[in-house]
């Protein structure tokens, strides 16, 4: 792309620079910098934790008892996705 003016070239750098630092990073376990910068980091980290154990759970709770509902129709454990 050709600026024309380095009002343009600055404003694409910016748009740049907020779609890089918006989007999970692999080195940083699937988080943005923005989320390092903010110190959110290892809130994010440990929130997925739970998700994944209670999803582990669910998944044992299925395969051993069935489909995770109580006889009466009730489920029996919590969303992962409530937390």
């Known amino acids: 792309m050709v600026y024309c003016s380095p009002d343009e070239l600055k404003k694409a750098i910016d748009e740049a620079m907020a779609i ?3 989007t999970p990073h692999e080195a940083l376990r699937n ?9 959110i980091k290892e809130a994010i980290l440990r929130k997925r ?3 994944k154990q209670l999803t582990m759970q669910r998944r044992k709770q299925y395969i051993l ?3 995770g509902t109580n006889n009466d129709g009730s489920v ?3 969303s992962a996705n409530s937390l």
Do not use: I, L, R, T
């Open 49 to 51: 934790k739970e998700k």
């Open 20 to 22: 890089y630092n918006g």
């Open 31 to 39: 988080v943005s910098p923005n989320d390092v910068y903010a110190g």
């Open 65 to 67: 008892y069935g489909n």
């Open 76 to 78: 029996q454990y919590q």
